[in-house]
């Protein structure tokens, strides 16, 4: 029988869940996929072992073995769903006596609400994680996504809304996370979990202008950003990115490298993509 301890992945098949996948260290822990259908290709792909369950009603994620630590992170566009997955998959941890969360929330800018409820029904998520005395928990808080340029309306905000909320003496930089250190930053965390029972981590890699953004898309992908049309994102989302200009991230991106060294640069992010590849 494997001494390997359990994680249970949530949003398993998504960005962040895959992220967390990568990285956890497989030769110390086994990774449990939380997946909604067993059966995608998605879920396949990921080539680790698979439970298949309803996040609503998660005791058929946790009572087949003992699971040691919970990657929890909301991934529903449905602010009451996300609440009610928060909320149940925190009581299964506590029912099935989980010793470890690790909740990937946000970066709220110094504030206790955004306004926008899918953003803010993860304070109402965090207070209940913290109400658990049972539970040892460990709040990420990423900043924006790098991975929101493959957004076109997204990458327009930097020549539009960025440019011209900078130009008014707001807040002139972005702060900036890839996916995948998201996920580095997880391991870490359950590798060494007493540096990290009980801390709220930030996790920036970089700070730019949007002068500067302009800048290195051009060097990278030799393509020039110069969006004139301020972007109508869909509702929710538009206050969501409008507060996140507005107040700016709290997280201090030179300790949050001085911490997590892997940290990656705008730059080096972009390299990788599909964007550099075209140039
Ligand atoms: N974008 C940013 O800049 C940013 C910054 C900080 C925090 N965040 C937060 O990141 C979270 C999203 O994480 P992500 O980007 O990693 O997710 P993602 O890539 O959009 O993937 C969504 C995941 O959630 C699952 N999911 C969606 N609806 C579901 C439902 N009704 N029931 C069960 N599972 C469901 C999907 O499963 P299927 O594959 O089965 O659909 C998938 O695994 C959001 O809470 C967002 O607020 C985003």
């Known amino acids: ?5 359990t994680i249970l992945v949530i949003t398993a098949t998504g960005k962040q869940g895959g992220a967390a996948i990568k990285a956890i260290d497989q030769t110390k822990f086994k990774i449990l996929a939380a997946v909604r259908d067993a059966s995608s290709d998605t879920a396949k792909s990921l080539g680790v072992d698979l439970v298949q369950g309803e996040l609503d009603q998660p005791d058929s994620l946790f009572q087949n073995e003992p699971i040691y630590g919970l990657f929890l992170n909301l991934g529903s566009p449905n602010p009451v769903e996300q609440k ?6 925190i009581d ?11 909740f990937s929330s946000l970066d709220f800018c110094g504030n206790e609400t955004t306004g926008a409820s ?3 029904v993860k304070r109402e998520v965090e207070a209940h994680l913290k109400a658990q005395s049972s539970l040892r928990w460990t709040i990420l808080r990423p900043v924006g996504f790098m991975e929101n340029f493959y957004w076109p309306l997204y990458l327009n905000q930097v020549t539009t809304t960025w440019k011209d909320s900078a130009a008014a003496g707001k807040h002139p930089t972005h702060k900036l996370i890839a996916v995948e250190d998201i996920g580095k930053v997880a391991a870490e965390v359950f590798a060494d979990p007493e540096q990290y029972y009980g801390k709220e981590v930030g996790i920036a890699g970089d700070e730019l202008r949007p002068d500067e953004i302009v800048e290195i898309w051009k060097k990278v992908t030799g393509q020039t950003l110069q969006a004139k049309e301020t972007p109508v ?4 989302i538009d206050i969501a990115f409008q507060y996140f200009i ?3 991230f709290e997280t201090d991106v030179q300790a949050a490298k ?3 060294p892997f940290l990656q640069s705008f730059e080096s992010w972009l390299k990788k993509t599909p964007f550099a590849h075209a140039a």
Do not use: C, E, T
Request: hydrophobic share 40%.
């Open 1 to 5: 029988m494997s001494d390997k301890r």
């Open 84 to 89: 009610q997955h928060g909320i149940a998959l």
């Open 92 to 102: 299964a941890a506590v029912k099935y006596r989980v010793k470890h969360v690790v």
């Open 118 to 120: 899918f953003l803010d």
């Open 233 to 236: 994102f869909p509702p929710g």
């Open 246 to 248: 507005d107040n700016g």
């Open 258 to 260: 001085k911490d997590f």
